[in-house]
């Protein structure tokens, strides 16, 4: 069993910067992709950033040039810096990772963490 553990979320200005932090532990030999995503109310969830276990990232349009996500291998760590934040960026996100056993690959979520972007 593999257990994700996300923190950093709260409650932010329009232009401020929060930092999430989301470490995996348990049965774990290697992790593919991680990636984070988010959901706001009504909302579908949808993809934020991701990156692959070689550094190769991917970001939504809308926080392209604010957003950077990045890991580290040693400590199973995936962090999302959030730079320039707007009101539409309120959501709850999750951290997803990509677990490899040998040809397999699971898939696991965090619990979720709230950004709110209010004045």
């Known amino acids: 069993q593999v257990q994700l553990v996300e923190s950093g979320g709260g409650l932010v200005q329009p232009g401020g910067s929060l930092r999430l932090s989301c470490a995996a532990s348990g049965r774990i030999f290697s992790i593919n992709a991680m990636g984070w995503y988010r959901q706001a109310p009504g909302k579908q969830r949808e993809l934020v950033a991701a990156?692959?276990?070689?550094?190769?990232?991917n970001y939504a349009d809308s926080v392209k040039g604010r957003f950077t996500i990045s890991r580290d291998n040693d400590k199973n760590t995936v962090y999302l810096q959030m730079n320039s934040l707007k009101p539409e960026d309120t959501a709850v996100y999750y951290c997803n990772a990509g677990v490899a056993y040998g040809r397999y690959e699971y898939d696991y979520w965090g619990q979720g963490t709230q950004v709110t972007v209010s004045s």
């Open positions: 990156i692959t276990s070689d550094g190769s990232t």
